[in-house]
């Protein structure tokens, strides 16, 4: 009942806000707080009893086709500490910027039914209860990724939902042929579904495909992605919910839940999907990193970005492979990190100065030092350079593929962070070592252009600058000293590779 609570106690706290509304919004976010703190804290009480072998389970519907259950074992425990940790943050950065904006009711209720959805992803104990909310995060982003309701913002949502449910769509499918084809088991099981040995190959590589595109719409493989660019017209912590912490992490959790949990390692390498998912991941890691370097708005650059990381994700855990795997789980946690870092100080620059184009970024840096500063940590961490914690992954990703005899996906990995480079220096360049105006803030986004030498911070406020800190500190923290990502991938990987 534990495990369950975390998918009701964020559905309640949403009621609750709806109730609140603008009438008192000291109190609603005090409820915000309180039922983001709650979740994970309850991740954490269960936490070493998971990771001791005990794996909690709590079933809510147990019909003779289908039961509504959830269990937690160390990859969901991975993903609910990630998750829930991250959410604190993205909720206390949204009261700094959606101060003074329109619908914020609507807003926060949203964006906490959101958790709610993505704790039932992840802690489904068996395929259709990971659908049901797989379906149901997609339905309540919704409303947030049209959130500004200006002409952009509406084909923005029409585009989401187009790609999110067709994919889900794909996703049932699979589903249903996976219950006809094991005879009712859809459970997810530590190297497979038994029952799928041996079967058909026409039926297991169909069902396979249909996994694999329908997860990899959210997981932004190619030519899957074009959702994701185009939803960063949504508020600035929803773009990094988007990337770091919710939407796209759910599609990766899901490609990482059929290979190891419903077609089982060994069967994923006998029916050569290695080479088929790794290719795609490979077409999506170049391909995404050139879109990057074209990219003149700075969310834009970000999004593509995203879909070149994850493909690192996908790829390493398509090689089905205990190294490769520990490099996909630590780059999924670092990423996250990573990303909601720079996406919280590129949010810090548009609230502060209204500029999203990378030209405009000229000598910002001067004015936003601690933003910016917490940008360039995480943009060496994505590019993978030491000490910040994007080497480490990339290091295990490069070392599994080598230990494959299959040195050019490990190659892939070395050319991609090189393009990153190229496209994550380019508004660094224009922040640091590009002379821009000197701007005195008067009101909203209001500026006096002035010549004088005074320098005048244009920093956000607390509620903001907090977790743009917290993240990048964390971000050079793992790369120097490890900590718990290292525990819970180990864990994850023993548990799949015994």
């Not at 058909?200 to 959210?218: A, D, E, T």
């Amino acid at each position: 009942m534990l495990i369950f609570s975390t998918v009701i106690i964020p559905i309640v706290g949403a009621i609750l806000i709806g109730l609140i509304g603008e009438r008192n919004r000291p109190l609603r976010n005090l409820v915000i707080l309180i039922t983001c703190l709650t979740n994970f804290v309850i991740v954490l009480w269960i936490a070493p009893s998971v990771l001791g072998g005990n794996f909690p389970s709590f079933t809510l519907v147990d019909l003779n086709l289908f039961a509504l259950q959830f269990r937690v074992d160390n990859l969901s425990l991975l993903m609910g500490i990630l998750v829930t940790f991250l959410w604190i943050f993205t909720e206390i950065y949204s009261f700094g910027y959606m101060s003074g904006e329109h619908a914020q009711t609507r807003y926060y209720f949203c964006l906490t039914l959101a958790l709610s959805a993505e704790m039932g992803i992840i802690f489904s104990a068996n395929l259709l209860s990971l659908y049901i909310f797989y379906e149901f995060l997609t339905i309540v982003v919704y409303p947030l990724v049209i959130h500004e309701q200006s002409t952009e913002a509406y084909h923005a949502g029409i585009v989401y939902l187009v790609y999110l449910l067709g994919g889900g769509i794909m996703v049932l499918f699979a589903i249903l042929l996976t219950y006809l084809t094991t005879g009712g088991n859809i459970t997810f099981t530590a190297g497979g579904i038994p029952e799928l040995i041996n079967k058909s190959r026409f039926i297991l590589y169909l069902l396979s495909l249909l996994f694999i595109f329908g997860f990899g719409v959210k997981g932004c493989l190619m030519p899957f992605h074009a959702w994701l660019p185009q939803a960063m017209v949504a508020p600035t912590p929803i773009s990094a919910l988007l990337h770091a912490v919710a939407v796209v992490n759910a599609g990766v959790y899901g490609l990482i839940r059929v290979i190891y949990s419903v077609l089982g390692p060994g069967l994923f390498h006998q029916l050569y999907l290695t080479y088929g998912l790794g290719i795609l991941a490979t077409i999506t890691t170049i391909l995404s990193a050139i879109f990057a370097l074209r990219q003149r708005q700075i969310k834009r650059l970000l999004a593509y970005s995203t879909a070149n990381q994850l493909s690192f994700v996908i790829l390493g855990a398509a090689a089905a492979h205990p190294i490769a795997l520990m490099g996909a789980l630590l780059h999924l946690l670092f990423h996250s990190i990573m990303k909601i870092t720079m996406f919280y100080a590129v949010g810090a620059v548009i609230k502060q100065t209204g500029k999203t184009l990378i030209k405009e970024m000229s000598g910002l840096a001067r004015q936003m030092p601690l933003s910016w500063g917490a940008f360039a940590i995480a943009a060496w961490g994505i590019v993978g350079i030491p000490p910040v914690a994007g080497w480490v992954s990339k290091v295990y990703l490069i070392q599994g593929y080598l230990n494959l005899r299959q040195p050019y996906f490990a190659i892939v990995f070395l050319i991609s962070s090189i393009l990153e480079l190229g496209f994550l220096m380019r508004p660094l360049i224009y922040a640091y070592f590009k002379k821009g105006e000197n701007l005195i803030p008067l009101t909203g986004l209001e500026f006096e252009v002035t010549t004088s030498k005074e320098k005048y911070f244009l920093e956000v406020p607390l509620s903001m600058l907090i977790p743009i800190i917290i993240t990048a500190v964390l971000s050079l923290a793992f790369g120097l000293i490890g900590g718990a990502p290292y525990v819970l991938s180990q864990a994850t990987v023993k548990e799949f590779f015994p």
